[in-house]
């Protein structure tokens, strides 16, 4: 199955601290991605990393891939109000036309 | 910034009525996509398009769907003939090149069947 699995389902924290997300995935994969979405809305592309890479930094944002364990982190930095929101990974095996989403991590940062 | 755009923002229709939802993708994209969001539940996919033809689609996207690009910037999903169970959040997206890129999703189209 292409279906990453996100773990926590749920996390609160303080606004300023740091928030880790993982996704666990069971196939070889080309890429994996991350998306946010604020509450019925659409989905927001955060981050692509490719299967060639471990590390990969945008902003506040930070993922890594460990392909030997088929999993990746999204790590977000000083966290605000508006990073509330929930979070998916999406891994992309080679030739799929398609994203395949899991349950996500709902975050929720306390002010 | 450019952005994929989706009409109606909401659409109620009766049980067993045809709706078109109509998103407009990217303009350099060539690859597009629908999924749906049923209320409190994950995203599905339901089929992706390129070069004028389907090239994936889901076991949910059965023959009371279709997708077309009329013209060279508009992509519909239509659904025949509606049914409850069909009410949920409807969301477009685009990729320049496909599952290699990110995609990019449009606001999405709330249909209520009633």
């Known amino acids: 199955s292409q279906q990453g699995e996100e773990d926590p389902q749920a996390l609160s924290i303080q606004e300023g601290e740091n928030a880790t997300m993982n996704c666990s995935y069971k196939?070889?994969?080309?890429?994996l991605q991350w998306y946010r979405q604020n509450s019925g809305r659409g989905l927001v592309h955060l981050i692509l990393i490719r299967s060639n890479e471990r590390e990969k930094h945008s902003g506040r944002l930070r993922v890594t891939l460990d392909t030997s364990k088929k999993s990746s982190s999204l790590l977000i930095t000083a966290s605000r109000a508006a990073d509330t929101a929930s979070y998916f990974c999406?891994?992309?095996?080679?030739?799929?036309?398609?994203?395949?989403f899991g349950q996500g991590t709902r975050l929720t940062i306390n002010p | 910034e450019p952005e994929v755009t989706q009409t109606p923002s909401h659409q109620v229709t009766q049980m067993g009525q045809e709706v078109i939802l109509r998103c407009v993708p990217i303009?350099?994209?060539?690859?597009f996509y629908w999924y749906r969001q049923i209320l409190g539940q994950k995203v599905e996919f339901l089929v992706s398009f390129y070069n004028n033809e389907i090239s994936e689609k889901s076991e949910i996207f059965d023959d009371q769907f279709s997708v077309e690009r009329p013209d060279g910037s508009n992509f519909t999903l239509k659904i025949r003939s509606t049914k409850l169970e069909d009410s949920a959040m409807y969301f477009c997206a685009s990729s320049e090149q496909g599952s290699s890129y990110e995609q990019y999703f449009g606001p999405g189209t709330r249909l209520t069947v009633t």
């Open positions: 196939t070889s994969i080309n890429n």
């Open positions: 303009s350099n994209h060539l690859y």
């Open positions: 999406a891994p992309v095996i080679q030739g799929a036309q398609k994203l395949v």
